[in-house]
């Protein structure tokens, strides 16, 4: 008889001997992953005035003639930091000149720095996958023009909702809508300067997210000199455009962005960008995060309220896992860009997305209740969006409605998985059995990571229950630590069980 009919045939006669074989959870203790920071502004409470990438490149003309003196000076900069890195090797020819100007008054100003901000270098995945290509064509293709359909920062936060926000920069401005440059080739994203008032402090910043964008800009997507020109503590645009927030001067404020944008359109013209993320095999996680964070708060963010309509001691009770944790999962499994991966119950999606964007593999979803399903609909539509606003190519995505036991989609893409992931945290036993016989389907390798094991704890392989599912998984226990789930600061335990026939063949061989 083949192993796989036990899988299907009910316990064997009570008079037969009974052989068991220990089916251990191996526990792997695992260091905490470490926390990168990225710094954040708080926006100050800006007159009305647009800015237009045509006006900024105007306005660049005036104030590049203005500043020959203080472009050379910076130059200088760039090259001494330059030199400092050489450490006494041969002298190497000086960079071209940065494209961001210093403001003349930063350089004698008191509120110095210690040194010039370090590039963060910390990479999502352990191992780059050679056969993942970062940058998508179409966002630095100028066909279409690089319009589509986004939701715009000062469409969810403007003045047009008094009771939770101020302008920017004080009562005496008009909160002018301005316009920020991404990397990539596409549209530019209108913000309106206005802060959320005191009763509203959890509300989108307009301000911080200009300047996280800038941000990640200048770490991930620029050469060092330029990059410098942007981070640097002690003279760099950053540093201006905060000056600028805190002495609440919308003209600076808005002068500067027109600098950024100048020079991030001629950076991306010249090929800078896209040599940059061409050399690059995979994604950071601070600048997944980000895009993440931006997707979310243009759109869950905004009805996360009816995320809460839930019953408990069903099976319909919504939980998120965190970026973080989910790219610790990625790296756990080895996920690649050639894998196909399944998420089910994936809520809003934000799993499914992370793995297209983080991995590059093909990637599904399936959640059952309407209204993470309306919201993971939403976040698809925004998430695509922001990714080509970053000039980033990502896998498909593929989100399916109903019960995942019973959706067709699902079922015909279960025996090509190569990671599944089902958050049975909250699951009724009735669900995690059905689950064990849909896992029958799967190939064999293809890892299952779940929140509770599939496995009893202290389960042994015997000749009465050669027939359960359960046998059919090799598992191991992990750690995840805390600020990991969104029901819970606390760290925890999951599991990690590969699909693997061949202790149950061998003991199937031992019996006969």
């Given at each position: 008889m083949s ?5 299907h045939?009910?316990a064997g006669?009570g ?5 068991t ?7 792997e203790v695992v ?5 990168s920071g990225?710094?954040?502004v708080t926006a ?6 647009n800015v237009s990438s045509s006006?900024a490149?105007?306005q ?5 003639s203005e500043?020959?003196?203080a472009d050379?000076?910076y130059?200088g ?9 050489s450490n006494g090797?041969?002298?190497?020819p000086?960079?071209?000149?940065p ?15 210690e040194?010039?901000?370090k590039?963060?270098?910390?990479s ?7 056969k993942?290509l970062v940058?998508?064509k179409?966002?630095?293709s100028e066909d279409?023009?690089g319009v589509?359909?986004m939701?715009?920062a000062?469409?969810i936060?403007?003045l047009?909702e008094?009771?939770k ?5 004080g009562?005496?401005s ?16 209108r ?6 008032n005191d009763?509203h402090?959890?509300?989108f910043?307009p301000?911080?997210?200009?300047i996280?964008?800038?941000e990640?800009?200048?770490?991930y997507?620029?050469?060092?000199a330029d990059?410098?020109a942007?981070?640097n503590d002690?003279t760099?645009?950053l540093r201006?455009?905060?000056?600028s927030i805190?002495r609440?001067n919308?003209e600076d404020?808005?002068d500067i962005?027109?600098e950024?944008?100048?020079?991030i ?5 010249i090929?800078t ?5 061409d050399?690059?095999?995979?994604l950071e ?13 243009r759109?869950v963010?905004l009805r996360?309220a ?5 019953q408990n001691?069903?099976?319909n009770v919504?939980g998120?896992l965190?970026?973080r944790?989910?790219s610790?999962i ?6 690649k860009?050639e894998?196909?991966f ?8 934000n799993v499914?997305?992370?793995a297209?964007?983080e ?10 209740m309407d ?5 993971a609909e939403?976040?698809e ?5 922001r ?6 190519a990502i896998?498909?995505?593929?989100l399916?409605r109903?019960d995942?036991?019973?959706n067709m989609n ?7 998985a190569d990671v599944?992931l089902?958050n049975?945290?909250?699951?009724t036993p009735?669900l995690?059995?059905?689950?064990l016989h849909l896992?029958?389907?799967?190939k ?5 990571v779940s929140l509770k094991?599939?496995?009893p ?12 599912p359960v ?5 191991h226990e992990?750690q ?10 606390a ?6 069980a590969?699909?693997d026939?061949s202790r149950?063949?061998?003991?199937e061989?031992?019996v006969?």
């Amino acid at each position: 008889m083949s192993f796989f009919s036990h899988l299907h045939k009910k316990a064997g006669k009570g008079s037969e001997p009974i052989k068991t074989q220990n089916l251990q959870i191996r526990r792997e203790v695992v260091k905490p992953i470490a926390k990168s920071g990225i710094s954040k502004v708080t926006a100050p409470s800006s007159k009305r005035r647009n800015v237009s990438s045509s006006t900024a490149d105007r306005q660049l003309s005036v104030r590049t003639s203005e500043k020959s003196t203080a472009d050379k000076g910076y130059h200088g900069l760039a090259s001494r930091s330059l030199k400092s890195r050489s450490n006494g090797r041969n002298k190497q020819p000086s960079p071209a000149p940065p494209l961001f100007s210093p403001s003349s008054e930063d350089n004698d100003s008191a509120e110095s720095s210690e040194g010039p901000r370090k590039r963060l270098k910390i990479s999502s995945s352990s191992e780059p996958d050679l056969k993942r290509l970062v940058r998508s064509k179409q966002a630095f293709s100028e066909d279409d023009k690089g319009v589509f359909a986004m939701v715009h920062a000062a469409e969810i936060a403007s003045l047009e909702e008094p009771n939770k926000f101020n302008a920017a920069f004080g009562e005496s401005s008009t909160a002018g809508n301005i316009f920020l440059q991404y990397p990539s080739a596409s549209q530019q994203e209108r913000y309106e300067l206005v802060a959320p008032n005191d009763r509203h402090k959890d509300e989108f910043k307009p301000l911080e997210d200009i300047i996280q964008v800038i941000e990640h800009v200048a770490r991930y997507y620029l050469p060092e000199a330029d990059s410098e020109a942007l981070t640097n503590d002690s003279t760099g645009l950053l540093r201006r455009l905060r000056r600028s927030i805190t002495r609440r001067n919308e003209e600076d404020f808005q002068d500067i962005i027109a600098e950024y944008n100048h020079a991030i359109i001629r950076l991306r013209k010249i090929g800078t960008i896209a040599k940059s993320l061409d050399g690059k095999h995979s994604l950071e996680l601070a600048l997944i995060k980000r895009i993440l964070d931006q997707t979310y708060s243009r759109t869950v963010s905004l009805r996360v309220a009816s995320l809460k309509q839930y019953q408990n001691g069903t099976d319909n009770v919504y939980g998120e896992l965190l970026p973080r944790f989910i790219s610790k999962i990625f790296k756990d499994t080895g996920l690649k860009s050639e894998h196909l991966f399944i998420d089910l119950g994936s809520g809003v999606g934000n799993v499914v997305l992370q793995a297209a964007l983080e991995v590059g593999c093909e990637s599904w979803g399936c959640e059952m209740m309407d209204t993470p399903c309306d919201l993971a609909e939403l976040q698809e539509r925004e998430f695509k969006a922001r990714c080509r606003l970053w000039g980033l190519a990502i896998g498909d995505i593929h989100l399916e409605r109903g019960d995942f036991l019973a959706n067709m989609n699902i079922r015909k893409m279960l025996p090509k998985a190569d990671v599944l992931l089902v958050n049975n945290q909250a699951f009724t036993p009735g669900l995690n059995d059905s689950l064990l016989h849909l896992f029958l389907d799967l190939k064999e390798g293809c890892q299952i990571v779940s929140l509770k094991s599939f496995v009893p704890s202290g389960h042994k392989l015997t000749t009465r229950n050669m027939g359960s599912p359960v046998n059919l998984l090799d598992v191991h226990e992990k750690q995840y630590f805390s600020a990991s789930v969104s029901w819970t600061d606390a760290g925890g335990t999951y599991c990690v069980a590969r699909k693997d026939s061949s202790r149950l063949r061998n003991f199937e061989e031992s019996v006969a």
